[in-house]
């Protein structure tokens, strides 16, 4: 597993799509669970993430099942949880539970990057 990180428009699809052109992308925002299962890569993951909470789906073992079902999928999530600390409920436990997530793929991936100003810089490379 590999991870894509870093702000909203950083250029991090871009610079996935660059780095690995030979990857079939999917997006987060529209992947089925059993998409996000099979997929080589995966575009906008949070936006996966917040689908299923809006959906009133339990998303906590989610982690648990990309790591054992697909372990060498590519996935590129904004990080969500800089800035101001929302108001809305909702908005913080999504914000909470792409943190959490996201951090615990993390610790399993191989290779984390963070993009900013479309530039790559490696923060994990096991």
């Given at each position: 597993?590999?991870?894509?990180?870093?702000?909203?428009?950083?250029?991090?699809?871009?610079?996935?799509?660059?780095?690995?052109?030979?990857?079939?992308?999917?997006?987060?925002?529209?992947a089925s669970e059993?998409?996000?299962?099979?997929?080589?890569?995966?575009?906008?993951?949070?936006?996966?993430?917040?689908?299923?909470?809006?959906?009133?789906k339990d998303i906590?073992?989610?982690?648990?099942?990309?790591?054992?079902?697909?372990?060498?999928?590519?996935?590129?999530?904004?990080?969500?949880g800089y800035g101001?600390?929302?108001?809305?409920?909702?908005?913080?436990?999504?914000?909470?539970?792409?943190?959490?997530?996201?951090?615990?793929?993390?610790?399993?991936?191989?290779?984390?990057?963070?993009?900013?100003?479309?530039?790559?810089?490696?923060?994990?490379?096991?």
């Open positions: 597993m590999e991870m894509i990180i870093g702000g909203a428009f950083q250029g991090k699809s871009a610079y996935a799509e660059k780095k690995y052109p030979d990857k079939v992308w999917i997006s987060g925002a529209s059993e998409e996000l299962l099979k997929a080589d890569g995966i575009i906008g993951f949070h936006e996966y993430i917040r689908r299923e909470m809006k959906a009133g906590s073992g989610l982690a648990g099942i990309l790591i054992k079902k697909n372990p060498q999928v590519i996935l590129v999530s904004d990080e969500v101001v600390v929302p108001v809305d409920a909702f908005d913080r436990a999504y914000r909470e539970a792409v943190g959490r997530i996201c951090t615990e793929l993390a610790s399993y991936s191989s290779c984390v990057v963070r993009v900013v100003c479309g530039i790559g810089t490696v923060i994990k490379d096991d």
